[in-house]
């Protein structure tokens, strides 16, 4: 089986909530892209389901798309 690795969570950087143990659901996503805003939604909805999931989120900007000023 091939498993990806990711980078520990940083709670300096990353936003970060849940308990510490358990399953862990890691987005990468912009803060101004409407696809993040709803896989965010529906992660919501797997965190209010039994079973402790921990959430993170890390900003990852498209700057392709939403150029900073």
């Known amino acids: 089986m091939n ?3 990711i980078e520990p969570l940083d709670d300096a950087v990353d936003h970060v909530r849940g308990p510490a ?8 996503g912009d803060y101004e892209c ?3 805003r709803r896989a965010f939604r529906e992660i919501q909805r797997v965190e209010r389901r039994p079973g ?5 989120f890390r900003h990852f900007p ?8």
């Open 52 to 56: 402790g999931v921990r959430f993170a």
């Open 3 to 5: 498993q990806s690795v």
């Open 21 to 28: 143990s358990g399953r862990v659901i890691v987005e990468y």
């Open 62 to 69: 498209l700057t392709d798309i939403h150029p900073t000023p």
């Open 34 to 36: 409407p696809y993040s």
